[in-house]
């Protein structure tokens, strides 16, 4: 076994250790792979393990940044050596025992700051629009006593419209800076398995990136890394991966990953939670297994932890009892209504955002995939048919004949130029290019 970790920096939450393990004598044929790590409070809990790529063969750093403030840890490393085609584990090392301090993660500090600050955002739109409302009445009343008034009252509300709609533009500005700092994870490699891995491809931007998962059938999470040449950046490199944040979190440099669902429902504005939320309604049946959650304050949280586990796409929250059920379809095997309980689907956040005209394909028909088709009067009641319609990934519209196309890959299995004929891929719309 290595030796006990070597405690470095200690700030908050998170903890620096440098692990001797080329002291760790090996024979012939046998390599250094990975470090296994272990750390558990020392007032009694369950053991936490990570695992961590070497970067070499001798000594490397270990850095932790789950710990609780002010808490006492034991912490234990043990060498994980491959010989031929085998993975072999030495037993854990001797425990070192750090204790964190008090003053508050600066991450957990800087999360609360941008909790208020979109909470104070959503304030000021609905205050924005009651203003709105009350100067339509009282623009509404002087014409009816003025009777000449119309083209200055339609004047007014003209301005009136244009100076909201400048404040929602910069707020909803404030909303993609918001998902941005929430689902992206500087520093940090969603590493999977192998089986989970759907491709690598050569990127310029992490929002190219997450655009290729959206548009990649299966794809719920991806990670890219910077590959440098000295200062400079030679090729960055992104991994599509099935499962939403990886089978691990690996702390590596020059890496950045996102959870595509987390930017699915963290992308909704005011309006779009008012749109998609059904109160007072449960989505009965279709739970993930084994996953209701517990001790949660809104529909929000919900939904927040809904992000994280694989095959949610909606949940019901239990206001009552403060639960939390992740559904693994849209709107569960049926609707029932109940008091106390909320639900929501979680592809209606993203169809709502408003970026249709970025995602939509004009003069472009998908093609090999159809689920369902149906007749709709405009291109957006198609799109929330789709949404509403457990497989359906993508819709294709004609808007002379009313026929609406459901698609099970999220571009079809091939993309037809028919004139007439526009199409969307529903993940595209609750990503946004940073």
Known sequence: APAAPIPGQIQDNRARFQVNVGDVTLPDGVNRELLSIKYVKTAGGDPVYFIQRLQDQGNTEIDIANFESGT?????????????????????????????????????????????????SRQSLDQARDEKNTLKTQISDAENRLGDTTT????????????????FAGLQQTSNVLQQSRCHKDGIEFWENTVDIIATVRVNSMSECSAR??????CAAAS?????????????????????NGAYFWGQKNHISTNLFCQLSEASTTDTWQKCVQYNQDFNGGDVPSTVGDGFSSIEECVAYCQRVNDCVSVTYDKTTKKCYPKDKRNGNQLIAMNNV?????????????GRDRCTKEGVRFTGSLVSTSTRDTFEACVAWCVNLDGCEAVSYNSSSRSCEANRKRLGDSEQAQSGWKSLNIYCQGIQHF
């Open 342 to 354: 909320d639900s929501v689907n979680i592809l209606c956040l993203s169809a709502n955002r408003g």
């Open 213 to 218: 998962c959206a548009d990649t059938d299966g």
């Open 152 to 167: 200055g009252g339609e004047q007014k509300i003209a301005l009136l419209n244009a100076s909201v709609s400048k404040n």
């Open 224 to 244: 890219v890394e910077f590959v440098h040449s000295g200062s400079q950046i030679t090729s960055r490199n992104c991994q599509l991966g099935r499962t939403r």
């Open 72 to 120: 006492s840890y034991s912490v234990q490393v043990k060498l994980l050596v491959r010989f031929g085609g085998r993975l072999l584990g030495s037993a854990f090392s001797d425990a070192v025992t750090i204790v964190t301090t008090e003053t508050g993660s600066p991450i957990d500090n800087l999360q609360d700051t941008i909790s208020n600050f979109q909470a104070s």
